[in-house]
């Protein structure tokens, strides 16, 4: 296997995580509707805010690294849900659905021969394909993380032990 190829599918181990850490699949497994709005005590958002910034997130990045006309959402506001904002189970299901369809196209962008990773991205001088997908996979990684963690302590039951 050449470099290229080697580096093309440790990317996309990456931002399909199950390596170091659980795939967002498995986070996500039997989410219990009843708990979509549920909020830790102490904290602004609930796992529909935390999921639906995960996809804000992605899909800006994603954008911003093929869209020559790219506009970010507002900082830090277009990020997040309102604080008081509440999802319906279809809500839920349509953030899913984003979001895997995102990491779908992001994995395709890596695993694309022609994905050029170290060139500047033209309409981006300093900014590289190559940071944007570590940057896509870290932000998920962490978010992750933090869904699970949130899952345990409000104890949303089943979640797989890895």
């Given at each position: 296997?050449?470099?290229?190829?080697?580096?093309?599918e440790e990317l996309s181990a990456l931002l399909k995580g199950g390596?170091?850490?659980?795939?967002?699949?498995?986070?996500?497994?039997?989410?219990?509707?009843?708990?979509?709005?549920?909020?830790?005590?102490?904290?602004?958002?609930?796992?529909?805010?935390?999921?639906?910034?995960?996809?804000?997130?992605?899909?800006?990045?994603?954008?911003?690294?093929?869209?020559?006309?790219?506009?970010?959402?507002?900082?830090?506001?277009?990020?997040?849900?309102?604080?008081?904002?509440?999802?319906?189970?279809?809500?839920?299901?349509?953030?899913?659905?984003?979001?895997?369809?995102?990491?779908?196209?992001?994995?395709?962008?890596?695993?694309?021969?022609?994905?050029?990773?170290?060139?500047?991205?033209?309409?981006?001088?300093?900014?590289?394909?190559?940071?944007?997908?570590?940057?896509?996979?870290?932000?998920?990684?962490?978010?992750?993380?933090?869904?699970?963690?949130?899952?345990?302590?409000?104890?949303?039951?089943?979640?797989?032990?890895?």
């Amino acid at each position: 296997m050449n470099k290229d190829q080697l580096l093309r599918e440790e990317l996309s181990a990456l931002l399909k995580g199950g390596n170091a850490h659980m795939n967002i699949e498995d986070a996500l497994s039997d989410f219990p509707m009843e708990d979509i709005n549920k909020r830790l005590p102490n904290a602004s958002y609930t796992p529909w805010h935390l999921l639906e910034h995960m996809r804000i997130a992605q899909w800006d990045i994603l954008d911003f690294a093929v869209n020559p006309d790219h506009q970010s959402p507002a900082f830090p506001e277009g990020y997040w849900p309102k604080e008081d904002q509440k999802a319906a189970p279809a809500q839920w299901k349509k953030t899913v659905k984003g979001f895997l369809a995102d990491l779908k196209t992001m994995e395709a962008l890596v695993k694309d021969p022609e994905t050029d990773f170290f060139g500047p991205i033209p309409h981006a001088k300093g900014y590289t394909i190559f940071r944007e997908v570590l940057l896509a996979a870290d932000h998920n990684a962490y978010h992750v993380g933090e869904l699970v963690c949130l899952r345990r302590v409000l104890d949303m039951k089943p979640i797989k032990e890895y």
